[in-house]
Structure formats: structure tokens, C-alpha cells
């Protein structure tokens, strides 16, 4: 079983910057590719960027290629998280961000891939 809890959510306004982090429960994060989905209103839940289990490959949208990032502490001893660094943010960012934990390091980036799930944060872009 894996808990994931996402924070760094908020306002930001257009060109501005986020961190997102996700904090993942358990002793086997290192198992696990990781991934960051957002769902605008009225949208259906997309796929935003992936990391696999060794932190090695990252795949991203192509939405967001060149403005976001994602990283990951698999290291021992460290925080189990999961990062998302979004630079020159625009309006159409503005959605719940939520991660997503998936057993396998191909096609992540679809949400059937994924078995655990965090609850979201909320990231709201202004003009």
C-alpha cells in the first residue's frame, strides 16, 4: 500500500512559478515510476509528466515541454517525494494536480498504468 500526498499547490500568476511535491507513505517508493496528472473543470484528467523507478527517464506533455520538470528522491533515508517544477506557467495550467504512483516503466503516461492515487492540489494561474 502506498499513500500519496501532494502540497505546493496555490495562485501564481502567468509567467510565475510552482513547486509541487508528493510525498509518497512506505518503504518501497523506489519501486515505483511516478507520474503527475491534472484535471481542469469540465476537462477530463490528463496526463502531465512521468518519472521512472530509477529517476532516470522522464516524459513529459507536450504541453508542458520546457516549462516543467519532474524529479524524484530515491535515495535512503530521504523524503520518498516526488517533484513537480513548473516554470512560465500559463492560464491553461490552471487545474487539480494529482500523482499517481504506477508498477512498470512504460507508458506512463496513461492513467491505467497507475495504481495509487493522491488526493490533488489545486493550481490556479491568473492573467
Known amino acids: 500500500q502506498v499513500q500519496l500526498v501532494e502540497s505546493g499547490g496555490g495562485l501564481v500568476q502567468a509567467g510565475g512559478s510552482l513547486r509541487l511535491s508528493c510525498a509518497a507513505s512506505?518503504?518501497?517508493?523506489?519501486?515505483?515510476?511516478m507520474g503527475w496528472f491534472r484535471q481542469a473543470p469540465g476537462k477530463e484528467r490528463e496526463f502531465v509528466a512521468a518519472?521512472?523507478?530509477?529517476?532516470?527517464?522522464?516524459?513529459?506533455?507536450d504541453s508542458v515541454k520546457g516549462r516543467f520538470t519532474i524529479s524524484r528522491d530515491n535515495a535512503k533515508n530521504t523524503k520518498n517525494t516526488v517533484y513537480l517544477q513548473m516554470n512560465s506557467m500559463k492560464t491553461e495550467d490552471t487545474a487539480v494536480y494529482h500523482c499517481?504512483?504506477?508498477?512498470?516503466?512504460?507508458?506512463?503516461?496513461?492513467?491505467?498504468?497507475?495504481?495509487?492515487w493522491g488526493q490533488g492540489t489545486q493550481v490556479t494561474v491568473s492573467s
Open positions: 499517481a504512483a504506477g508498477t512498470g516503466d512504460y507508458s506512463l503516461y496513461l492513467e491505467s498504468r497507475y495504481v495509487y
Open positions: 518519472i521512472s523507478t530509477s529517476g532516470g527517464s522522464t516524459y513529459y506533455a
Open positions: 512506505g518503504r518501497t517508493f523506489s519501486s515505483y515510476a
